[in-house]
Structures are given as structure tokens and as C-alpha cells.
């Protein structure tokens, strides 16, 4: 099976990259404000340069069917706990609650601006359970007086997979892909984290996080545009420079990350935003270094993907690659019964490799109402070591109830299989995996 979904996603993907086939174009959407608007069914030039306030919540119930096995006090089955607290198997949540604000400074849209809060609980305000007292997810500005390129600044959204880059509320499904949400959406340890061995000797290190996953965002300098080629093809390409810590300003490796972004795209001219009626296929690449215990440690990642909606139906595919801080779970640190206190651990050294990737096809069936959709996805993790190596595959199912705009109910069920095929004790403990049920809703003001 891994090597089936390797070679079915990169051919898929990979192939695909050489058609000159714009789903949403992430990029100028959220960097920019746009030229020209509507007005009386016309299209004028965007003067209006008064700020515009927004937000939206979203909020629901999970339910984690899987089984907790607890050895000595000692939780070992972290991935049957609810993210990200990781202290219940179900209950009513508010996953997602911000509020936004974003314009241009001047009525020639030279330069705009775009500033977001978090007042959910998720992995920015509340990772594995510690409180990272932030709120703050954006804040950029975006200076568009240069021909042919804009130049944003600030803490946002890095170039990348298209299920990072897409909009939070625009997608119907409660969580991200497994590959997604462990190989980009980073869990930072600090510098002290305590080293310790993994079954193999190699090394591994474990802290209490101190501060917010990555959230897909970093602090730094992009620049990007978007070109149309002809009138239905463009070609969106970004490049930045950012500190490589997420949401925070703490650079402890004292070096960049550097990120790269190619795109080709074919519109079919219907829609707009996540519903433009096109095709995308893209190509990314990110690379830096992270600091634990004074020691520098390379990070690698890229991938290729597709994504098209077209008439009603949406279909994803994405293929990633890692190398170097590989996050391997969360641990609980304390041997007390009925108290889990967790730390994330990552196998930090470059040698350590895994990858992933996702199918997804939705479908409306009673247009712009009832949406179906099924997706699979995979992560094979620590690929290069037998004992460690840990497989994971989730096919989602799930319907949405669209009420208008990104108003809606999404319901998934995820069918979820861990495997740990070199170990066999390793494996007692994964067989306690279960399915997981979602039912999220989402308004938009």
C-alpha cells in the first residue's frame, strides 16, 4: 500500500504539473485587495479604501472512538484524544473564533493591509493542552507600486500546499489531512527540549511546547504575482524569506527558511474565490534550519498537487515530502493515573524522512446546497527506520449543508488505520486507533 500511494499520487501529480491547465488563487487573495469590484452590475476600479471588519466561528462536536490504553498512569495512545487539548475522547467545541480586519491605505490601492485574531481553541492558543497566549495570527502589509511584483511583510500564510494556503473557512472538512497536519503544520520545541534515543539509538527530543503550532504562517518578506499568460491561463509564482519560527518572532537558529511557489492555471471564467471554475496545478518547496540544545538541525519539505472545480465538482490531489524534524507524536510525561500532561517529540536529524499525500473529489448534488465529498490520505513517518516507521491512512466521508456564502454544516466520519509495521509491541498499542466523527458549523459576519 505505500508504495502504491506513492506512485499513484506523484504520477498524478507530478504529470499533471506540465499541463498549462486557478482554482482560488491564495496568493493575491490574501495579500491583496482587489483592482477592480462590482458596482451596478458593472466593473469599476476599487477606490473605496475604508477598512473592512469580518470574522467567523466555527463550532460543533467530535467524538474519537478509539481506546485508551493507559500503562502505569501513562497514556500511550495520544492519537485517540481530541486536538488539541488531548485531554477528552468527545464534546461540543469552539474549534475556530476571529475576527479580521483588512483595506488599503490609499485610494489607489498602493499599499493594504490585513490583520486577523484567534480566540478559538486550537493548536495557536492551546497546544497539547498548554496555554501559548496568542492571538495573533496575521498581520501583513503588502506594497503594490512595483510593476509585475508585490512585496508583503509581516506574519502570514507562506507560500505552499494548497491545503495550507486555502482559506480555514472554505474548507468542508473538520480536520486536515494526516500528512498536512504533522508534516507542515509545525510543532516547535524550545532549545532545552531534553534529548534522549529512539528504539534505534538515534536521536530524539521532547518538550512541553512553549509556544503556537506554525499554523502554515511564518514572519518575513514575500514576493509574489500573479500573471495571465493569455485571458483564460495565469502563472502565480512567490518567493520569501522568513524567520522560520511561526507565529513567533523567536529566531533560535539564527538563519532563514526560504520558501518557493510555482503554479499554472486554467480558468474556465465562472465563479470566484475557493468556487472559480478552474484548474490548478502547482509546485513548492521549503527549506531552513531549527535549534535544539545549540544544535542546528536541517528542515526540508516540498510537494506538487492539483486541484480543480469544476460544474459542481471539486477534486484535490497532493503528493509531500519531508526530511529532518519529523514530528513523532505527542508524549504524556506523567506517570500519574488519570493525568496527562503532554510534550510534543521531534526525530530531529536529516536522516530522518516521511511522506504523504491526499485524494479528495467532492461533488454538489443539489447545487450550491448539498455538497458530498470523500477524501483519503496517507503518511508514512520515519520511513528510514524500521522500528519507528509508523503508517497511517484516513478516508473521510462526509456531507455539507450550504445555508449562502460559507454559512454551512459540514458532518465527516473518519475511517482511520495506524500501523507500525516493523515492531510488533509498537502495534498493540496503535491497534487502539478508532474512527472519528465531526460535526462542525461555520458563519461567516
Excluded at 485587495?33 to 476599487?46: H, I, T
Excluded at 510593476?147 to 472554505?170: D, N, T, W
Excluded at 522560520?244 to 539564527?254: C, D, E, F, P, V
Excluded at 527549506?287 to 477534486?315: A, M, P, S, T
Aim: charged share 20%; glycine share 10%; proline share 2%.
Amino acid at each position: 500500500m505505500k508504495i502504491q500511494n506513492k506512485i499513484v499520487l506523484s504520477l498524478l501529480s507530478a504529470s499533471l504539473l506540465s499541463v498549462g491547465l486557478h482554482a482560488a488563487d491564495w496568493l493575491s487573495i490574501a495579500g491583496t485587495q482587489p483592482d477592480f469590484v462590482k458596482k451596478d452590475g458593472k466593473k469599476v476600479a476599487n477606490h473605496n479604501n475604508k477598512p473592512h471588519f469580518w470574522g467567523f466561528i466555527q463550532a460543533g462536536y467530535q467524538k474519537d472512538y478509539g481506546t485508551i490504553l493507559d500503562k502505569a498512569g501513562t497514556n500511550k495512545t495520544p492519537f485517540v484524544m481530541m486536538a488539541p487539548t488531548l485531554d477528552h475522547q468527545a464534546g461540543f467545541e469552539i474549534n475556530r473564533a476571529r475576527l479580521a480586519v483588512r483595506g488599503m491605505v490609499d485610494k489607489n490601492n498602493q499599499l493594504d493591509y490585513f490583520f486577523m485574531t484567534e480566540f478559538g481553541e486550537d493548536g495557536i492558543t492551546q497546544p497539547a493542552g498548554h496555554s501559548a497566549e496568542n492571538y495573533l495570527t496575521d498581520a501583513s502589509i503588502t506594497y503594490n507600486g512595483i510593476p509585475y511584483v508585490h512585496v508583503r511583510a509581516g506574519q502570514f500564510k507562506y507560500p505552499g500546499s494548497e491545503e495550507g494556503m486555502r482559506a480555514v473557512l472554505a474548507s468542508e472538512y473538520r480536520n486536515f489531512s494526516t500528512a498536512g497536519s504533522q508534516l507542515l503544520l509545525e510543532r516547535f520545541l524550545p532549545n532545552n527540549a531534553t534529548v534522549g534515543k529512539d528504539v534505534n539509538g538515534d536521536l530524539t527530543y521532547t518538550a512541553a511546547p512553549e509556544q503556537s503550532v506554525g499554523a502554515y504562517r511564518d514572519r518575513g518578506v514575500e514576493l509574489f504575482n500573479t500573471s495571465h499568460v493569455t485571458k483564460d491561463i495565469t502563472v502565480s509564482v512567490a518567493g520569501m524569506a522568513g524567520n522560520g519560527t511561526g507565529l513567533s518572532s523567536k529566531n533560535a537558529s539564527g538563519e532563514m527558511t526560504y520558501y518557493g511557489y510555482l503554479s499554472t492555471e486554467y480558468l474556465f471564467g465562472k465563479g470566484k474565490g475557493y468556487h472559480t471554475q478552474s484548474i490548478k496545478t502547482y509546485a513548492w518547496y521549503q527549506d531552513g534550519k531549527r535549534k535544539l540544545n545549540d544544535q542546528n538541525y536541517d528542515r526540508e519539505r516540498y510537494g506538487v498537487g492539483i486541484d480543480c472545480f469544476y460544474g459542481g465538482l471539486r477534486f484535490d490531489a497532493e503528493y509531500i515530502k519531508a526530511k529532518g524534524m519529523i514530528y513523532n507524536g505527542a508524549k504524556d510525561s506523567s506517570a500519574t493515573a488519570f493525568t496527562d500532561d503532554w510534550q510534543y517529540q521531534i526525530a530531529a536529524e536529516s536522516k530522518n524522512v516521511a511522506d504523504g499525500g491526499l485524494v479528495s473529489v467532492q461533488y454538489y448534488v443539489l447545487p450550491k446546497k448539498i455538497e458530498l465529498l470523500a477524501r483519503y490520505d496517507y503518511l508514512n513517518r520515519l520511513t528510514n527506520s524500521v522500528k519507528d516507521e509508523r503508517d497511517f491512512t484516513t478516508t473521510t466521508l462526509g456531507m455539507s449543508y450550504h445555508f449562502k456564502g460559507a454559512n454551512r454544516i459540514d458532518v465527516n466520519y473518519a475511517i482511520r488505520d495506524l500501523t507500525a509495521p516493523g515492531n510488533a509491541n509498537a502495534q498493540i498499542v496503535v491497534d487502539n486507533i478508532g474512527n472519528l466523527l465531526s460535526v462542525q458549523g461555520t458563519i461567516k459576519f
